[in-house]
């Protein structure tokens, strides 16, 4: 079993520093105990150090009150400063043991420095001192002169409890941003996914409701033959039909294996074997359409040929399946300047014609946008439907 690694003590350290004083968890109970720790100390200093008379029960109480209020120095900062100065004041104009308030006195100072705007830090700072210079002096000189000496310690106090403030201010925005940034990537990468689920669906769809419309034509066809005239059975066109659902069949396996391959690779680059304009003759065939493609020698690039072939596809699929099997269909694709130009008609003559979900409509639209391309369908004139998709020849003009 794996051992966590215990953090060394200046990594404690640092992290105690950087972390919200007025966020981190417990502060009540550690301040409560750094507040107990901070009372012995001021006993130990007003019993030892004689810089003042020692505290009578008066002194002990102020003394007693100023520390106690540090208990929640971070929870109410302001408001404990302002306590711990209300005993201080008189604690020192008693000439009280004046080494003993000190400990409590910085560390409420520290905390509004560490947890106000720098403009409250310096006037905070010179109403302390001007304060404490005023009771000094009203006790005696020499105390007044001894504090003006030793008041730089004030300012210490009050620039390192400023600077712990700019420090974890920094770390916050250092932390924030690596936040930002975490968001970001998950977003991307929710998004990225979104898009091959997407483009998952439209190859899926292509794929299969091509390959079934054709198989349900072909079955018919089959079952026209086997009901027209039992009698005199054409097993010749029986067998025919039989094996264009056969070849489809091993058309279409072969696709879905080609399609879950490259759903199986690591590779974030593999984008696996893409259709071209090739394979149209075939699949136009299949389907008992007309093809007449001009497309000379231009170069096309791999992504746009196969949006080519998957428009053609699914708009032969469309014509087949609300057309009928006896619908005429003509496919033509030409090369026009700096695009190329996909155009498939039927004459959806054949009645009974059936209504589809738009899907197909829908995934021809983005594969052509996909592209950069546009693509249009709609009804003809005069009857029959027609789906028209300009592509870029090259993807970089469609990325532009």
């Known amino acids: 079993m794996q051992q966590t690694k215990t953090p060394r003590l200046g990594e404690r350290v640092l992290t105690a520093v950087s972390r919200d004083p007025l966020h981190t968890p417990h502060r009540l109970r550690n301040d409560a105990r750094l507040a107990a720790a901070t009372a012995c100390l001021a006993v ?5 150090v004689q810089d003042g008379r020692r505290p009578d029960a008066l002194g002990w109480a102020l003394l007693a009150g100023s520390v ?3 208990a929640w120095r971070r929870s109410r900062p302001m408001l404990v400063l302002v306590v711990v100065l209300g005993c201080v004041a008189p604690y020192h104009a008693l000439d009280n043991s004046h080494a003993a308030a000190i400990p409590g006195s910085l560390l409420a100072l520290y905390t509004v420095a560490a947890t106000a705007r720098p403009l409250y830090t310096v006037l905070i700072g010179t109403t302390v001192i001007g304060l404490v210079l005023s009771v000094m002096f009203t006790v005696n000189a020499h105390q007044g ?6 008041s730089g310690w004030i300012l210490a106090v009050l620039v390192v409890g400023a600077d712990v403030r700019i420090y974890r201010r920094y770390i916050a925005s250092v932390v924030g941003r690596a936040e930002r940034a975490e968001r970001s990537r998950e977003e991307e990468a929710a998004r990225r996914v979104a ?3 997407l483009r998952i669906a439209r190859d899926l769809h292509d794929l299969l409701a091509h390959s079934i419309t054709l198989i349900g034509v072909q ?13 005199r059975l054409d097993r010749a066109a029986i067998a025919q039909a039989l094996d264009d659902i056969a070849e489809t069949c091993r058309t279409a396996r072969g696709e879905l294996r080609t399609t879950l391959e490259v759903l199986r690779t690591d590779s974030a680059e593999a984008n696996g074997p893409l259709p071209d304009l090739e394979a149209l003759p075939g699949l136009v065939r299949a389907a008992g359409a007309d093809l007449e493609m001009r497309t000379g020698q231009q170069r096309l690039a791999p992504a746009v040929e196969a949006a080519a072939y998957r428009i053609v596809q699914e708009s032969l699929t469309n014509a087949v399946r609300h057309g009928g099997p006896g619908v005429r269909i003509k496919v033509a694709i030409e090369v026009a300047g700096r695009l190329l130009r996909v155009n498939v008609t039927d004459d959806g003559s054949v009645p009974g014609a059936t209504t589809g979900s738009g899907y197909g409509i829908v995934g021809m639209r983005e594969r052509a946008r996909s592209v950069g391309g546009t693509l249009s369908a709609g009804p003809r004139d005069g009857g029959g439907f027609e789906v028209a998709a300009a592509l870029p020849l090259q993807q970089s003009e469609a990325l532009a």
């Open 44 to 48: 130990v200093l007003a019993l030892v």
């Open 145 to 150: 002169l001894e504090t003006l000496r030793t």
């Open 195 to 197: 898009e091959e689920r």
């Open 219 to 231: 079955t018919s066809v089959a079952s026209h033959v086997l009901a027209v005239d039992p009698d």
């Open 68 to 70: 106690a209020a540090l």
